[in-house]
C-alpha cells in the first residue's frame, strides 16, 4: 500500500469522520433500508434505492478512510535541511516571478494557498533538490525552469 502523507490535524479529521460514518451514518441508512422495505414491492421503490445506493457511498468511503488511516504518515513540519522534502516550503524563481510553495500530501495539497502535493509535476520535481538547484517541470502547459531559492 502507498504511504499517504497527512498532517496530523488532518489525520485526526479523517478518523472522526471514519468513526461517525461507523457509529452513525450506517445506522441511519440501516434505518432508511428497514422503513423502505416496509413500503412494499423493492422492485418499484425509490426510497429503498436510494437508501441502496447511499449504503453503498457509506461503505466506500469506509473503505477508503480505513485504508488512508493505516497508510497515513504523519507530516512533520521540516526543519530546513539540504534537499526538498515532504513538509518543505521551497521558494522558487521562474523568470522574474518568485514563488513559495509547501510540499505536502496529495490530502492536504491546495495550490491556491501554496501548498502542493508530493505527487504533483512540480511537487515531484522539487523534491530531493537543493537550494541554487534549476528544475525543469514538465506541467500540461508546457515545460518550465524553475531556480530553487531557499528551503525551509
Known sequence: MNKQYVTKERLEEFK???EDLKNKKRLEVAQRLKQAKEYGDLSENSEYAEAREEQANVETRIGELEDLV?????????EGGDTVQIGSTVTVKKGEKTSTY??????EAKPE?????????LGRAFLKKK????????TPAGSSTYQIVEIK
Not at 493505516?70 to 521540516?78: D, G, L
Not at 509547501?102 to 490530502?107: E, L, Q, S
Not at 494557498?113 to 509535476?121: C, F, H, N, T, V
Request: hydrophobic content about 40%; cysteine-free; aromatic content about 2%.
Open 70 to 78: 493505516k497508510t497515513a504518515v504523519i507530516i512533520e513540519k521540516s
Open 131 to 138: 537550494a541554487g538547484e534549476s528544475v525543469n517541470v514538465a
Open 102 to 107: 509547501t510540499i505536502v500530501g496529495a490530502y
Open 16 to 18: 472522526l469522520e471514519l
Open 113 to 121: 494557498e501554496g501548498r502542493i502535493s508530493d505527487e504533483s509535476p
